[in-house]
């Protein structure tokens, strides 16, 4: 059996650490939004008893330490199913290191093959543990949209969906570790912190202007970023609602009102940023091609 999946970025509305737990883990408050850059992942089942992966990027491990490999076994040791043999291509589109969850959407598409390859119809709780074992981001891939993830990113509640708008990506030439984000946070703390309830009151309303007026991202104040005060202010000058950095960077992000002003600011962003998107809010995570 071959199953083909689209698996989407996402990007961060809102980010704030809440605090780091005693396990070493941080309690987050993220409302995330799933957007139209997506990778394919195709999962094909073969008799090597293995789990082998192949991708269009070279930079990309295609062993073990590879988010959909670590995907593949953790589904085989939830689930004690035995591997009887899978390939995983990924064809990436998703810039990667850049604050996207590229690797956890790779991640959530490899689940959600296993699910339908080997017929285990799991629920979406458990597809979600599944799912968490291998990255704060991978359970919010797995289903996707607009979404508030708490705790370590497993605990999600839906929000209303964000308005049609056009959403220019920008990653300057320049990848930042998660993990070392993280100690970061440990180290320096946060000096402001973001207006959660002003945040969800402008999802609920569905205001485009409040939600961009609230949008903020706590890793901004202890992560620098080359470039990032150039990208948002061509971003700015083109007219974008507002902008912001997604998840611990280095990708930042503007939304536009309008499909023109949008390509402007793209145009515009060659400068500064080694890989430019625009895209579109999507209601899913992942998706099974037909
Ligand atoms: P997040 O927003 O979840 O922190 P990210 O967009 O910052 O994710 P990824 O694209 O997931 O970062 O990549 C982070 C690192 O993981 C990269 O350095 C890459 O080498 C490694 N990696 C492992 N598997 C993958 C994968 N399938 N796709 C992309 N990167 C992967």
């Not at 071959?2 to 883990?25: E, F, Q, S, T, W």
């Not at 004690?80 to 899978?86: A, H, L, Q, R, V």
Request: a positive charge.
């Amino acid at each position: 059996m071959v199953v083909k999946v689209k698996a989407y970025a996402k990007i961060n509305l809102m980010l704030d650490i809440v605090n780091r737990r005693n396990d070493g883990y941080h309690d987050l408050f993220m409302i995330m939004q799933s957007v139209g850059v997506y990778d394919t992942v195709t999962v094909t089942e073969n008799k090597s008893k293995s789990i082998s992966i192949s991708c269009n990027i070279d930079s990309i491990p295609l062993d073990s330490r590879n988010i959909a490999y670590k995907a593949a076994e953790a589904f085989f040791a939830a689930t004690k199913k035995k591997n009887k043999g899978i390939n995983i291509d990924i064809v990436k589109r998703i810039p990667h290191a850049a604050g996207l969850a590229g690797g956890s959407a790779d991640g959530a598409a490899v689940i959600i093959a296993l699910n339908k390859i080997y017929k285990t119809n799991l629920s979406d709780d458990e597809l979600c543990r599944i799912g968490v074992k291998i990255g704060a981001d991978v359970p919010f891939c797995l289903t996707g949209g607009t979404l508030l993830a708490q705790g370590i990113g497993d605990v999600l509640n839906k929000v209303k969906p964000l308005r049609r708008c056009y959403i220019v990506l920008a990653k300057p030439d320049f990848d930042v570790n998660t993990g070392y984000a993280y100690k970061q946070f440990d180290t320096c703390g946060k000096t402001h912190t973001p207006d959660k309830l002003g945040m969800l009151c402008a999802m609920q309303s569905r205001d485009l202007d409040a939600i961009c007026a609230k949008m903020e991202n706590v890793f901004e104040q202890f992560i620098e970023v080359p470039n990032r005060i150039n990208i948002k202010e061509v971003i700015k000058n083109n007219g974008a609602k507002g902008f912001c950095m997604s998840g611990s960077g280095p990708t930042v992000f503007g939304i536009f009102d309008d499909k023109e002003k949008a390509q402007k600011a793209a145009a515009e962003l060659k400068d500064f940023a080694k890989d430019i998107v625009i895209c579109t809010p999507v209601n899913k995570g992942c998706k099974i091609y037909e």
